[in-house]
């Protein structure tokens, strides 16, 4: 098989690879991309935040930044719809900023398999912890309950698993003693909130590829991107 580079396409300075960040909660890493964006002149930029919910702190937290909000309830009219109608309102609210890559970032609902067969190769999650290990919504839960002296980050490609797809970089957190999870998902975000805009930055440079081997990172150096 040839490499599929993700992403689509080599951004520049001009033209920036244009991200769409969905998230359900504290809009913590949706925060620090947009500052790192912003003040790094990057290849990536954030053009709009999409919600599942209202009320949250990440929708504060782009107002504040001057990011345009979506928010696209899964309940409509008083009840519940399909997933499916679901993404397909975000799609069509999403249409108008040209949105490249769809980033997640505490984004806690499983996209669809129609969703990610249009968006192939172009939705990224990144995960509190170093996957495999710890899948699923209570990774720092379950690592604290498992006595591990070490944890992570991971930031992979979408598939419709629970955080199953190709892995594209990780970081690894030591987990100490006297944490819970609250003082060991701030040390995780510290971790998250610097790879996620470098990864970004290796997609827009045009520089992720699938291989038949798995995936292959140009130029990147060091032992946990693999
Ligand atoms: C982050 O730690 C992210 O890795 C995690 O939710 C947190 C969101 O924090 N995502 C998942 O658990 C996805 N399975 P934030 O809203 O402050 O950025």
Known sequence: MDSISV??????????LRCAVFLSGSGSGMEALVHAQRNQTLLHQTVVVVANKTGIEGLERARRLGVPTLVVEQNHE??????????????????????????????????????????????????????PHFPGAHAHREVLAS?????????????????????????????????????LSARVKVEEHRLYPQVLTWIAEGRVHLTEGGVSIVGAEGPQVG
């Open 147 to 183: 006595q591990t002296t070490i944890t992570g980050c991971t930031v992979h490609l979408v598939d419709e698993g629970m955080d199953t797809g190709t892995i594209l970089a990780q970081r690894i957190v030591p987990v100490f003693k006297d944490d819970d999870e609250s003082t």
């Open 78 to 131: 008083g009840g519940s719809r399909s997933r499916e109608e679901h993404e397909a309102e975000i799609l069509s609210q999403m249409k108008e900023y040209n949105v490249e890559l769809v980033v997640l970032a505490g984004y806690m609902r499983l996209l669809s398999p129609l969703f990610l067969s249009d968006w192939t190769n172009r939705v990224v999650n990144i995960h509190p912890s170093f996957l």
């Open 7 to 16: 992403g689509g396409r080599t951004a520049t300075v001009d033209e920036p």
